[in-house]
């Protein structure tokens, strides 16, 4: 079964509020990385986190890594309709090599 | 580099035919996925490849696929006899190396009628 899980599935906000999409894992994690998916497209990468606890920001996207390195998050601030798409968490589960295992994904809609 | 390169875009075939799925890495890249995504079931992995050896084959749903990579620069998804439940887009996607981030191709977006 799926053991990368997504919350929420789903969600629609206006543009400039914000986002956050929520991965979590049963195993431990090696590393996490995020990707976007636009309608139609295929997933590209955004980021990648390694360690415990790490924080990225890519300009109004922020990535955290939890203490543990079994969950991760996506904020988005003040959104734009550019922003819409599916994020997808993918992570290397402890012991599986290099198999790269998606979460189940969160699909945002922003609108004016 | 172009990136990778799928082919076929779209396939349409009836129930019972064998469809092959074509897939071309970035030069260099030393693995290779292949990914199924429904929205039932989202981005499955069905199997990769390491210096063009399959290293786990563990999401392959059945006997009815299968994979290979006789070089590195080429790859196939064989699905023989192929059902509508195989219905779905095709992703395939190379990466430099173990910590590396994967590169996706556009997609075979297959339907079996």
């Known amino acids: 079964g799926q053991q990368v899980m997504q919350i929420p599935q789903y969600q629609h906000v206006q543009e400039g509020e914000d986002f956050t999409t929520y991965c979590n894992s049963s195993?431990?994690?090696?590393?996490i990385q995020w990707y976007k998916q636009r309608p139609g497209g295929h997933p590209v990468f955004l980021i990648q986190?390694?360690?415990?606890?790490e924080v990225k920001k890519q300009k109004r996207l922020t990535f955290q890594f939890g203490e543990a390195k079994k969950n991760s998050s996506l904020h988005i601030t003040a959104t734009q309709t550019t922003d819409v798409g599916t994020y997808f968490c993918a992570g290397r589960l402890a012991g599986t090599a290099s198999k790269l295992t998606f979460g189940t994904g969160t699909r945002l809609q922003v609108t004016l | 580099d172009a990136g990778v390169i799928q082919s076929p875009r779209h396939e349409v075939t009836e129930m019972g035919q064998e469809v092959t799925l074509r897939c071309k890495p970035i030069?260099?890249?030393?693995?290779l996925f292949w990914y199924r995504q429904t929205m039932m079931r989202g981005l499955e992995l069905l199997i990769y490849f390491n210096n063009n050896v399959p290293i786990d084959d563990s999401g392959m749903p059945e006997d009815r696929f299968s994979a290979k990579m006789p070089n590195a620069s080429f790859s196939t998804l064989k699905i023989q006899p192929s059902e509508p439940r195989d219905s779905a887009v095709y992703f395939c996607?190379?990466?430099?190396?173990?910590?590396?981030?994967?590169?996706f191709g556009q997609g075979t977006r297959l339907t079996v009628v």
């Open positions: 030069s260099g890249h030393d693995y």
């Open positions: 996607a190379s990466m430099a190396g173990w910590g590396a981030e994967a590169f």
């Open positions: 195993t431990t994690l090696s590393n």
């Open positions: 986190l390694v360690k415990s606890g």
